[in-house]
Nanobody, 124 residues
């Protein structure tokens, strides 16, 4: 099992940048595909970025490509989401999620472990 704790959310203006961090418990972090998902009010949960456990390959939703960057530091059990050129439509609760040896990283159903979420609000 793994426990996930997110940090770094907040209120920013359009065009600003923000970096989210997610630290995992346990000693097998490198076995987990890690994802960042978000849920805006009245909408379903969406995978915005993911990074594979096996080769570090990444996935991005079309809406964030070129603006968001996911990375991981296995030595620190931490995954990051650097968000640049933020837009009001990026406003949501952002969740860190994990799945051991995960392969269905593009779907929320591909993750079995979730953090508590952190609010990101982008004002216009």
């Amino acid at each position: 099992q793994v426990q996930l704790v997110e940090s770094g959310g907040g209120l920013v203006q359009a065009g600003d940048s923000l970096r989210l961090s997610c630290t995992a418990s346990g000693r097998t972090f490198s076995r987990y595909t890690m994802g960042w998902l978000r849920q805006a009010p009245g909408k379903g949960r969406q995978v915005v970025a993911a990074i594979s456990w096996s080769d570090g390959s990444t996935y991005y939703a079309d809406s964030v490509k070129g603006r968001f960057t996911i990375s991981r530091d296995n030595a620190k059990n931490t995954v990051y989401l650097l968000m640049t050129s933020l837009k009001p439509e990026d406003t949501a609760v952002y969740y860190c999620a994990a799945e051991e040896y995960g392969s269905s990283y593009y779907s929320p159903r591909g993750y079995g472990y979730w953090g508590q979420g952190t609010q990101v609000t982008v004002s216009s």
